[in-house]
């Protein structure tokens, strides 16, 4: 909605010259206006920006069209002085799905929390660059509000990063509950470790095995047994060998 003009108080007053008026068709024709939105949105680096440039709307008032335009002047001495980040933000995802779920009492799984870090430390560079920026061009107050607008998200990405590893993995320590588990998955892992080594140890066994090891497969510990010799060896069969002579 654009903004109503102000009267006098007898109702009798002039337009307000504040107001700016809508552009029409044949205005955004001749300005070529629909080629400068599709190079302006070629030249949005991320899905976020690409959306914000689609959903900005002409401004009403003369002076916010002012405020703007200081506010884009600023950020040319900033971009044109100093180089911007090395950010790859092309390569940021998109991580609004997650965060919906979230949201609604789901969690995040450990490839979504990568991606909530990478955006997360992608976009505290860039704004870390313009505030560094800032200090050097003070006479750039117009920028300050803008920044004041966006949360401090540091303490989140710092708390992510305390609980993944130099992979990218998530450590055990990441959680008392998550800690709890790994311990007994390794005490679990060691007790069928230790079993199938004596199962090895056993004649009757042994000689059922192709080899006197314990193998892996999908995540599972086997035994490779001979087919003539399977019902030697309890156990389930979880697949075999590209021959057929073996079991596991």
């Given at each position: 909605m654009y903004s109503v003009s102000s009267t006098s108080p007898h109702g009798d007053g002039p337009e307000n010259l504040e107001a700016v008026p809508p552009p029409d068709s044949q205005t955004l024709t001749v300005l070529e206006w629909?080629?400068?939105?599709?190079?302006?949105?070629?030249?949005?680096?991320?899905?976020?920006?690409?959306?914000?440039?689609?959903?900005?709307?002409?401004?009403?008032?003369?002076?916010?069209?002012s405020q703007r335009l200081a506010e884009v002047a600023a950020l040319e001495v900033l971009v044109t002085r100093y180089n911007p980040p090395e950010?790859?933000?092309?390569?940021?995802?998109?991580?609004?799905?997650?965060?919906?779920?979230?949201?609604?009492?789901?969690?995040?799984?450990?490839?979504?929390?990568?991606?909530?870090?990478?955006?997360?430390?992608?976009?505290?560079e860039f704004i870390q660059h313009l505030v560094r920026g800032l200090a050097k061009e003070p006479q750039l107050t117009v920028l300050a509000p803008l920044l004041k607008q966006i949360p401090d998200m540091q303490p989140v990405s710092d708390y992510l990063a305390e609980?993944?590893?130099?992979?990218?993995?998530?450590?055990?320590?990441?959680?008392?509950?998550?800690a709890k588990l790994s311990q007994r998955l390794r005490q679990e892992t060691q007790h069928v470790r230790k079993h199938m080594q004596n199962l090895l140890n056993q004649p009757n066994i042994s000689?059922?095995?192709?080899?006197?090891?314990?193998?892996?497969?999908?995540?599972?510990?086997?035994?490779?047994?001979?087919?003539?010799?399977?019902?030697?060896?309890?156990?389930?069969?979880h697949g075999d060998s590209a021959s057929g002579s073996t079991l596991f």
């Open positions: 629909p080629f400068i939105h599709d190079q302006l949105l070629d030249r949005c680096c991320t899905l976020y920006g690409q959306e914000a440039w689609q959903q900005q709307t002409f401004l009403d008032a003369r002076t916010s069209v950010v790859d933000l092309l390569s940021v995802p998109d991580i609004r799905p997650g965060l919906a779920r979230v949201a609604k009492g789901d969690v995040f799984g450990l490839d979504e929390i990568k991606s909530l870090l990478k955006t997360l430390d992608g976009g505290l609980k993944m590893d130099v992979d990218g993995e998530l450590l055990d320590t990441a959680s008392e509950a998550l000689k059922a095995l192709q080899d006197p090891v314990v193998t892996e497969r999908s995540g599972r510990y086997v035994l490779p047994v001979k087919v003539a010799f399977k019902t030697l060896v309890p156990g389930i069969v």
